[in-house]
């Protein structure tokens, strides 16, 4: 398709997109949104879980052509979980699991963290679960992606690594369409970082 043939950017996923605490015009889908002179529309969010981007780029996308409009998702952890609660989504992480500081959430969110606690303490299958839910949606994902001819890459921040291999979801994957990142500066993707994914996003759909 190229860069140049469409006029919307669609952006989805946690902080190492969204940008952490990084001002939003240093961010990388605002750089990219600059350099490939499209209208972003970006949804991501600060600790959003997996479940959260898929559901929310399949609902959004729905409504968006894609002959006009490319998407690029970050991946995110697996141990995060979506909840739906009347017309909105939200997101819990495992800083939920910490009893000894209060979490500071919606009266829903911590009524969710009493299930996240029950599961990590009586779970024995629990990381295996997470890994084989974080690839089942990515997978349905990209199915989606591909049904509706959306031209999109997946940005794997690291998320999607060795521990994975051993499930027989991984080999769906199309790597051709996503992007391995696994260096940065500190915690969180830093300024200059932001600019070196620019370049590598804007590279990859000019291949």
């Avoid at 968006?64 to 609660?85: A, C, K």
């Avoid at 696994?182 to 000019?206: A, L, M, Q, R, V």
Wanted: proline content about 2%; some cysteine.
């Amino acid at each position: 398709m190229g860069l140049y043939k469409v006029k919307n950017l669609y952006i989805n996923g946690c902080s190492f997109t969204h940008g952490n605490t990084l001002p939003k015009h240093e961010t990388w889908p605002y750089l990219l949104s600059k350099e490939t002179k499209l209208n972003l529309i970006n949804e991501s969010k600060n600790g959003q879980s997996f479940g959260s981007i898929f559901y929310n780029s399949i609902n959004t996308l729905s409504e968006l052509d894609s002959s006009d409009t490319i998407v690029v998702i970050g991946f995110t952890w697996e141990t995060r979980y979506m909840i739906q609660f009347g017309n909105e989504t939200s997101d819990v992480s495992p800083s939920i699991l910490d009893t000894k500081n209060e979490y500071n959430g919606s009266d829903v969110q911590k009524e969710f963290g009493k299930y996240y606690r029950y599961l990590a303490k009586h779970d024995d299958n629990l990381e295996t679960n997470q890994r084989k839910n974080l690839l089942t949606k990515i997978i349905s994902l990209q199915a989606f992606l591909k049904q509706e001819n959306f031209e999109y890459r997946f940005i794997n921040f690291n998320q999607v690594n060795d521990f994975f291999k051993d499930f027989p979801t991984y080999d769906k994957l199309d790597w051709d369409n996503i992007i391995h990142i696994d260096k940065w500066t500190g915690g969180h993707p830093s300024k200059e970082n932001c600019i070196d994914f620019t370049k590598i996003i804007y590279d990859s759909f000019n291949r």
